[in-house]
């Protein structure tokens, strides 16, 4: 049961996150709000704190690494931003050594059955260190980035071809958008005999607009960067881990792939203890060969 939640970055990722869980969860006892910059700690804090409806008996605080350490679940949204022209790979070390800082000041004593929420890039990779460096199983780490993005953005181009095409739902073709935020794949159903099944397939193909849909280019030059969107997918996934939507919710997520030997984004199902398992896609060997090697060629 998730009581208490830790939000590590009290940035506008983070203010927003922290907003969306306060009016979607109403059974939980504590949020705390860690960042390194005491002003923006605070500013954040007090600004939320006006927000807690008087229905709820939440507890708004600003929080300690060491208390975020033994909180239910934490929310990484701090992140280590990429400067204009910095190579991929600088950028990832910087930010798994900022991850390192982190979990050295959560350590010693971190609650092994917390759940740990990734909120930021390079997920892949910080999902990756957090398995080999915290001590939680892996089940229990998994990772809200990019290619989440892509399945959400997927899902709502669906139901507008559903609309203006007057698709039956129950012709619905479920497809998934799996692997590195930096080049994500659209696994479509394969197998299908039902003439007509195939026929609506390929029609969904047709229309697709391909993967220029993926990008958040836009955002970022109007705004800077994207939060509603992401804190959102962020307050739907804490809602399954905390029980509140169903009892599971399948959902694209960062986490460790056994038979790939590597973390990358896949359909899990969640629920209250995490990852419960994954959506069996039943990929090609052609699939199954691009997934690993995009996902090691990050």
Not at 179 to 185: F, T
Not at 189 to 218: A, C, H, R, Y
Not at 232 to 244: C, Y
Not at 264 to 272: E, F
Request: hydrophobic content about 40%; overall charge positive; glycine content about 8%.
């Amino acid at each position: 049961m998730i009581k208490t939640i830790s939000i590590i970055g009290a940035g506008s990722l983070g203010g927003t996150v922290a907003y969306a869980l306060l009016t979607t969860l109403k059974d939980i006892k504590e949020l705390l709000v860690v960042d390194m910059s005491p002003e923006i700690l605070q500013g954040q804090v007090l600004d939320l704190q006006d927000a807690v409806s008087s229905a709820t008996t939440t507890t708004v605080r600003a929080g300690t690494f060491k208390e975020a350490a033994r909180s239910d679940l934490t929310i990484l949204t701090a992140n280590s931003p990429r400067q204009d022209e910095e190579a991929r790979g600088k950028w990832v070390a910087r930010s798994l050594q900022f991850m390192q800082g982190i979990l050295g000041a959560m350590s010693p004593g971190m609650n092994d059955k917390m759940l740990f929420l990734v909120a930021i890039e390079p997920v892949d990779e910080l999902v990756s260190l957090l398995r080999t460096s915290s001590g939680l199983g892996a089940k229990r780490i998994m990772g809200v980035g990019c290619t989440s993005m892509c399945q959400r953005r997927f899902t709502r181009w669906y139901r507008e071809y559903q609309l203006a095409n007057k698709v039956n739902a129950s012709n619905d073709v479920t497809c998934w958008v799996i692997g590195s935020g930096a080049a994500p794949m659209v696994v479509w159903p394969s197998g299908i005999k039902d003439q007509k099944e195939q026929s609506d397939l390929d029609n969904v193909k047709k229309q697709w607009p391909g993967s220029k849909m993926f990008s958040s280019t836009l955002i970022r030059e109007k705004k800077g960067d994207a939060w509603f969107g992401p804190s959102a997918l962020i307050a739907e996934t804490v809602q399954a881990l905390a029980g509140v939507s169903t009892s599971t919710s399948t959902m694209v997520l960062c986490a460790y792939q056994p038979d790939l030997k590597l973390c990358t984004s896949v359909p899990c199902v969640i629920g209250p203890q995490g990852i419960q398992s994954f959506i069996d896609l039943k990929l090609t060997k052609d699939e199954q060969k691009t997934l690993g090697s995009m996902a090691r060629r990050r």
